[in-house]
């Protein structure tokens, strides 16, 4: 059973930077699309970045564009999301999730993922 793990996760000041990644150990990332989602208190679930298994295909919120990069690491076998700019209302928990029938898309909609980690809480606050 695929299991996934965020990590990176922490409190920054307004500005700062933070970078986020998701492993599975025991799996090749690459046969999965991915997306990073957040949840915020009292909000539902929203979708903020994602990626297809070939990495050629990427998607943002518009709430992150510029801001937010998502990307893989193959030799590390992760895929990483870089935060810069960040805002108070970037506070959340982050999640991310795979799917293995996207192909060579991805999709910003929660429901197209199977798999979801734990979790990592970003808090952004001076």
């Known amino acids: 059973q695929l299991q996934l793990v965020e990590s990176g996760g922490g409190l920054v000041q307004p500005g700062g930077s933070l970078r986020l990644s998701c492993a599975a150990p025991?799996?090749?990332?690459?046969?999965?699309?991915i997306g990073w989602f957040r949840q915020a208190p009292g909000k539902e679930r929203e979708g903020v970045s994602c990626?297809?298994?070939?990495?050629?295909?990427?998607n943002y919120a518009d709430s992150v564009k510029g801001r937010f990069t998502i990307s893989r690491d193959n030799a590390k076998n992760t895929v990483d999301l870089q935060m810069n700019s960040l805002k108070p209302e970037d506070t959340a928990v982050y999640y991310c999730?795979?799917?293995?029938?996207?192909?060579?898309?991805?999709?910003?909609?929660?429901?197209?993922?199977?798999?979801w980690g734990q979790g990592t809480q970003v808090t952004v606050s001076s």
């Open positions: 990626i297809s298994s070939s990495g050629g295909s990427t």
């Open positions: 999730a795979a799917s293995l029938f996207l192909f060579n898309l991805c999709s910003l909609s929660r429901n197209q993922y199977a798999y």
């Open positions: 025991g799996f090749t990332l690459d046969h999965f699309a």
